[in-house]
């Protein structure tokens, strides 16, 4: 069945370091993959999504490219601010009738001033 | 602005109550679904929607029934509150994944509610 594995957090980096997520899938078919970010005390939103092998999502300064020959959507970002600490989603949908979107785990990330 | 809203940020119940827990969204999509969210698990679907007064179960239906009645409210139900359902509640809702030739299915997701049961 389709799945999404992600790295176990937390992950705590400091102000302006260089951030990394990973996240792998299994999936039939061609699925959509997203980020979702969670800050404390809110619900879910998206960040960001790709839908094709070789595209890249990006906002807020997150980056995330789908590679279908590795099944991996890793999440980037180059300058981590206090504010990007939350916990963080990767998930994956596929297309047609069933509209269930999987997700992983989640990572929480601190980010110290 | 698109929104879901959910009828509660913090709920505390005893053992035995029935609770329902209510959702609301404004953007007319057909789609909803309920999670529950606990730490180490991630989110867990336990219900979702379709269309009014149609309902699937998710992953973890047990112990839960939901309820739809108009296309905007999506309600979750828990007939008998147990300890173990103690966590917190997501509810969520997105068009249908081939509307206007989507490939894909943003879910927008609201607040929370985090449900106590003593």
């Known amino acids: 069945g389709n799945s999404v594995t992600q790295m176990e957090g937390p992950v705590t980096l400091s102000e302006e370091a260089f951030l990394t997520i990973n996240c792998t899938y299994t999936?039939?078919?061609?699925?959509?993959l997203f980020w979702y970010v969670q800050y404390p005390g809110e619900g879910l939103q998206l960040l960001l999504k790709?839908?094709?092998?070789?595209d890249k999502g990006s906002n807020k300064g997150f980056e995330a490219t789908y590679r279908k020959e590795t099944t991996s959507f890793h999440l980037e970002k180059g300058s981590v601010q206090v504010s990007d600490s939350a916990v963080y989603f990767c998930?994956?949908?596929?297309?047609?009738?069933?509209?269930?979107?999987?997700f992983g785990k989640g990572t929480r990330l601190h980010i110290l001033p | 602005d698109v929104k879901v809203t959910q009828s509660s940020r913090y709920l505390v119940k005893r053992t035995g109550e029935k609770v329902f827990l209510e959702c609301v969204q404004d953007?007319?999509?057909?789609?909803m679904f309920w999670y529950r969210q606990d730490p180490g698990l991630g989110l867990r679907l336990i219900y979702f929607?379709?269309?009014?007064?149609?309902?699937e179960k998710g992953d973890i239906p047990e112990g839960y029934s939901v309820s739809r009645e108009k296309k905007e409210r999506f309600s979750l139900i828990l007939e008998s509150a147990s300890t173990n359902q103690t966590s917190m509640y997501l509810c969520?809702?997105?068009?249908?994944?081939?509307?206007?030739?989507?490939?894909?299915?943003?879910?927008?997701f609201g607040p929370g509610t985090r449900l106590t049961v003593l």
């Open positions: 969520a809702s997105s068009l249908p994944s081939l509307a206007g030739g989507l490939t894909y299915n943003e879910q927008f």
């Open positions: 999936a039939t078919g061609y699925p959509s």
């Open positions: 790709a839908t094709k092998a070789d």
């Open positions: 998930a994956l949908t596929t297309s047609g009738r069933d509209d269930k979107i999987i």
């Open positions: 953007m007319d999509h057909e789609n």
């Open positions: 929607s379709y269309d009014v007064k149609m309902k």
